[in-house]
């Protein structure tokens, strides 16, 4: 019989992929070291792996021929792993996942003001506790060959196209402009012609004129298809990455993607083609090449309502001193994003005017968002376009929000994706929002 210490853990499914798990190292080059000894392989158990192992110990004994210890020579204690400290709130993130575990896809909650993750959670799950007395290879392998990816960590390395969140970029980098017209009315006729190429809006019958403001708050297309006609992609670029969206936040977990921003040089390099500006029409919605994570769309969002380059942390440090440097943006321009975020969820025929909170002492600001992952064919456009419902579950939109809370004093910025649960409006929004009263009723009590 022999003893071994083994991980446990309580919230098994809830924490799986933020905490990650241990198991045997199977690169030991000193062979002094016990091979039975584990060590954190994902989540913050790989990243804080030094901290929390400790220090085994050793005895040297003497014992006779029959294996009876004799005396004890010379031992050296062990020593204990440190505790860590995370900013993750146990009761929101069980809460969040309960509303969660029935959908593939990814939700993050940070406080706008350390950066301090309070909850991140990517489904579907999986228990770590079966991690800890390693794994049977048929779990190991029903695991690897799950459609939905158990295993991966969509929060920082899931890829998707963030959709209309996107045009707040879009908006800030307009709105930076001397010779943008803030007022400046565009006409939304369900479409817009570029060649003999129709770029769609989602509303087929179109929004009619709308502005900016409008715009972000309706989520015209047409509008932003207009804009695109005098953007430049790479000077685009290099705003979004203000913003982390083709850049790695920096969190302290592994795995984590940069996701993809594209330039001119990019798609010289990788589709061997040159930049053509029907590429554009479809970055400036969201759509195209651009590719972020969760996190990203987290850390966007919380920039945007604190004016500050936010960067992301799980480990709580009472020693760490905030002082996170102001965004190269201008106050006005963030202001009037801020505002139309406002308007999204606050203001009839915002896109999430149904998803207001439930609280009456607080009020939120956001986007919604809908990544196609199909291409709709023009035979299709004639018929009608089918409804979500009526397509097969992989070729559905993924629903996507984003926001903070409270609007004057921005607290929490989160970020939704839901694959393949069609409307950020109807599914991601709506989440978002019972997400937020209730972190808002636990952390504010």
Not at 11 to 32: E, L, M, P, Q, R
Request: charged share 25%.
């Amino acid at each position: 019989i022999t003893k071994e210490k083994v991980r446990s853990y309580d919230n098994n499914y809830a924490f799986s992929h933020v905490i990650g798990y241990v198991g045997y190292d199977s690169n030991i080059k000193n062979k002094k070291k016990s091979p039975d000894l584990k060590i954190g392989k994902t989540g913050i158990e790989k990243i804080y792996n030094n901290d929390l192992i400790g220090k085994e110990g050793w005895q040297k004994i003497e014992s006779n021929s029959s294996g009876t210890i004799v005396r004890k020579l010379d031992n050296l204690k062990s020593r204990s792993g440190k505790n860590l400290k995370t900013f993750l709130n146990l009761n929101i993130q069980e809460y969040n996942y309960n509303l969660l575990k029935k959908m593939s896809g990814s939700m993050v909650l940070l406080d706008c003001k350390s950066g301090g993750i309070i909850s991140m959670l990517s489904s579907p799950s999986f228990d770590i506790n079966e991690f800890s007395y390693g794994i049977k290879s048929d779990s190991w392998k029903a695991y690897q060959n799950d459609p939905n990816k158990p295993l991966l960590n969509k929060s920082i390395s899931g890829l998707y196209a963030p959709g209309s969140t996107f045009k707040l970029i879009v908006a800030l980098f307009a709105l930076q402009n001397q010779n943008f017209k803030v007022n400046q009315k565009y006409l939304c006729s369900g479409f817009t012609e570029l060649g003999n190429h129709k770029f769609h809006c989602w509303k087929r019958k179109g929004h009619g004129y709308v502005d900016l403001r409008q715009a972000i708050k309706e989520s015209c297309d047409c509008y932003f298809y207009n804009l695109a006609n005098d953007i430049n992609i790479d000077e685009l670029a290099v705003m979004a990455k203000k913003f982390s969206i083709g850049n790695k936040t920096k969190v302290d977990l592994p795995n984590e993607s940069s996701g993809l921003m594209p330039t001119v040089s990019w798609k010289k390099k990788n589709k061997s083609d040159s930049w053509h500006l029907g590429e554009t029409y479809n970055a400036v919605i969201g759509q195209g090449f651009t590719l972020s994570t969760p996190l990203q769309l987290a850390i966007m969002t919380a920039r945007i309502a604190s004016g500050k380059n936010i960067y992301p942390r799980i480990k709580f440090d009472p020693d760490t001193k905030l002082n996170f440097s102001d965004l190269e943006i201008d106050k006005n321009s963030l202001d009037f994003v801020r505002n139309s975020m406002f308007a999204v969820v606050n203001e009839y025929k915002g896109t999430a005017f149904s998803s207001r909170l439930k609280s009456k002492k607080y009020k939120m600001a956001g986007k919604t968002g809908t990544s196609q992952v199909r291409r709709i064919s023009l035979a299709e456009r004639e018929s009608g376009v089918l409804e979500n419902k009526e397509l097969p579950y992989k070729l559905r939109d993924h629903s996507i929000f984003s926001g903070f809370v409270p609007f004057e004093d921005p607290q929490f910025a989160i970020s939704i994706i839901l694959e393949h649960e069609g409307s950020g409006s109807k599914v991601a929004a709506p989440m978002a929002r019972d997400i937020l009263d209730n972190s808002l009723k636990i952390l504010n009590t």
